[in-house]
């Protein structure tokens, strides 16, 4: 007995199938601004020759909370904390809003 093969759909369809339901968009975008976010931290502070740790150290906060920001975990990540990151590693903070 044959089975009947299912067709593959490629993940570039189903998302923009996904993304037609607005709730999940929203939170799509959210995610993926938090992980752009995260990213970025990341390379800041490794640019600088950061250790988490030692950047943790710089803005009174523990390595674990640099890590949470670092990992798309940033829900509660303020402008307070970005600020402080942006003095600890001599960088200047740009905030936008763009279309």
Known sequence: MKRKRRKLRKFSDRLKEELAVKEFAVEFKKECDLAKLGMTLAK????????Q???????????????RLENADSAGCTL???????????SR???SFTK
């Open 44 to 51: 800041l502070r490794k640019s600088r020759g950061l250790t």
């Open 53 to 67: 740790k030692k950047l943790a150290k710089l803005i009174h906060t523990s390595q674990q909370a640099i890590s």
């Open 80 to 90: 307070a904390t970005l600020t402080k990151i942006a003095r600890a590693t001599d």
């Open 93 to 95: 903070l740009k905030v």
